[in-house]
C-alpha cells in the first residue's frame, strides 16, 4: 500500500524568510504532483515531478524529487503572504495509471 | 472550454435518503476520477474510470455507486446516505501536460452534508 507523508503538517512562516516542505512516500512512483488548495477552494496544479533529480521552480516556488529517497522538497524563497495556502502532494504509483495518492496537506500561514 | 464542472456545490441529504453527484468535462479526456476531502485525511480516491464504459474502485468505494456512459460524465450516486459521508468531493480528469504528464484538473467540488 501506498503511503504518502507530508511534513509538518502546519507552519507559521515569517515573510521574507525561506522554508522548505516535505514529502515521503512509500513505494516506487511514475509520478509526482504538488497542488496548492486556498481555503474553500479546488486544487491547483503546481508543479509535476517526473524523473529522479528533477526541480521544477514557479515563482518563489521550487520543488525536487529523489526517487532514491522517496523524498520530494518544496522550497519556498522569500515568504510572502500570497503563498498562504494547503499545500497537498500526491503520487502516482508505478503502473498505477492516474490513481493518485494524496498527502494529508500542509498549511503555510505567512506572517508579517 | 468549461473544464470539470460539478452540480450541485452544496447539498444537505437526511440518512438514508439517495443523491446524485454530478461531473461533467468538455476536454474529452479519458481518465475521471472522484476524490472525497476530510479536514485532516487529505484527499481519498473513491472510484476512477479509465474511458467510457469502464470504471474502478479506489481506496474509499463503500456506499458509492459510478457508471460512465459517455466519455464526458461520470456520476457519483449515493444509495443511502449516511452521517460518514459528510464531506467535500472533487471531480477530476487527465489531461496531457506540455511534458506528456498527466496532471489532473479538478472541479470545484460538492460539499455534502448528511445530518
Known amino acids: 500500500e501506498l503511503k504518502v507523508e507530508q511534513n509538518p503538517l502546519f507552519l507559521s512562516m515569517q515573510e521574507g524568510k525561506n522554508y522548505t516542505i516535505y514529502c515521503n512516500y512509500s513505494?516506487?512512483?511514475?509520478?509526482l504532483y504538488w497542488y496548492r488548495q486556498d481555503p474553500g477552494k479546488s486544487l491547483e496544479s503546481l508543479f509535476v515531478?517526473?524523473?529522479?533529480?528533477a526541480v521544477k521552480q514557479e515563482g518563489r516556488l521550487m520543488a525536487s524529487l529523489d526517487t532514491k529517497a522517496r523524498l520530494s522538497t518544496l522550497h519556498i524563497t522569500a515568504a510572502v503572504h500570497d503563498l498562504s495556502a494547503t499545500y497537498f502532494c500526491?503520487?502516482?504509483?508505478?503502473?498505477?495509471?492516474?490513481?493518485?495518492?494524496f498527502g494529508k496537506g500542509i498549511t503555510l500561514s505567512v506572517r508579517p | 472550454n468549461a473544464g470539470v464542472t460539478q452540480t450541485p456545490k452544496f447539498q444537505v441529504l437526511k440518512t438514508g435518503q439517495s443523491m446524485t453527484l454530478q461531473c461533467a468535462q468538455d476536454?474529452?479526456?479519458?481518465?475521471m476520477s472522484w476524490y472525497r476531502q476530510d479536514p485532516g485525511m487529505g484527499l481519498r480516491l473513491i472510484h476512477y474510470?479509465?474511458?467510457?464504459?469502464?470504471?474502478d474502485q479506489g481506496e474509499v468505494p463503500n456506499g458509492y455507486n459510478v457508471s460512465r456512459s459517455t466519455t464526458e460524465d461520470f456520476p457519483l450516486r449515493l444509495l443511502s446516505a449516511a452521517p460518514s459521508q459528510t464531506s467535500v468531493y472533487f471531480c477530476?480528469?487527465?489531461?496531457?501536460?506540455?511534458?506528456?504528464?498527466?496532471?489532473?484538473?479538478f472541479g470545484a467540488g460538492s460539499r455534502l452534508t448528511v445530518l
Open positions: 500526491a503520487v502516482v504509483r508505478t503502473g498505477a495509471n492516474s490513481k493518485l495518492t
Open positions: 513505494t516506487t512512483s511514475d509520478r
Open positions: 515531478l517526473l524523473s529522479n533529480g
Open positions: 476536454m474529452n479526456h479519458e481518465y
Open positions: 474510470s479509465v474511458g467510457a464504459g469502464i470504471t
Open positions: 477530476a480528469s487527465n489531461h496531457r501536460g506540455t511534458t506528456g504528464a498527466n496532471v489532473l484538473t
